[in-house]
């Protein structure tokens, strides 16, 4: 479904090459992209991917832009402390959610409800209006307090996409793995694609 408004968080966990190939995926599709980054998730960006945006929110979106070769109209980005951004705001919710990857830590705030950054209220909003919130979260082993807060929000209707790598369709290379993984967070969203070869396909 094209048009469609769609929220992406990167949050400090290992895998930003997955919420790097999910946002291209998503503007490919023809979604509104606003781009929610946090400051561990741009550590991580860094130093897994080699992206480095600094500097304030326009210059950091300007730079996201050109990175994903997207325009204005399409992709914004706001930084984690602004918490007048519109989607602060149920009055203008997203369609859906997506936190790709998500941090044990940010997973765990937001099954709390507590929101100390703009991640974590954008979720906030999107579970009260109930629309639709992805969770991508990469961590291994899980401990209990993973498994019951993952359980907790589940129950909540959020869908989770532990990053996960299938090889039944047999991939060749790690982007074919990453692809894997981006192709069951769009099965979420609801957002076709052909980035994996389905069972039986």
């Known amino acids: 479904m094209k048009n469609r408004h769609i929220v992406l968080a990167i949050t400090g966990a290992s895998g930003a090459i997955y919420g790097l190939r ?14 929610l980054i946090s400051r561990t998730g741009f550590d991580v ?3 897994e991917t080699g992206l480095d945006c600094r500097g304030s929110e326009a210059e950091i979106a300007g730079f996201l832009r050109g ?3 997207a325009g204005e109209g399409s992709l914004s980005y706001y930084a984690e402390d602004n918490f007048f951004a519109p989607v602060a705001s149920g009055s203008a919710s997203a369609d859906a959610m997506v936190l790709c990857p998500c941090s ?3 997973l765990s705030r937001i099954a709390s409800g507590s929101s100390g950054n703009l991640i974590e209220r954008c979720a906030d909003v999107v579970l ?5 919130l992805v969770m991508v979260p ?3 082993p899980l401990n209990d307090i993973h498994l019951e807060n993952m359980l907790k929000l589940s129950r909540m209707g959020v869908r989770i996409v532990p990053a996960m790598p299938a090889f039944y369709y047999g991939p060749e290379t790690v982007d074919d793995m ?13 957002i076709g694609h052909s980035l994996y070869r389905r069972w039986g396909g």
């Open 45 to 47: 960006l860094r130093h």
């Open 22 to 35: 999910l946002g291209m995926e998503l503007l490919r599709a023809g979604s509104r992209l606003s781009l």
């Open 138 to 140: 990469r961590e291994t």
């Open 178 to 190: 990453v692809d894997f993984v981006v192709g069951k967070a769009l099965d979420s969203l609801g």
């Open 104 to 106: 044990m830590g940010t």
């Open 67 to 69: 990175h994903f070769h």
């Open 128 to 132: 009260k209006e109930r629309r639709t």
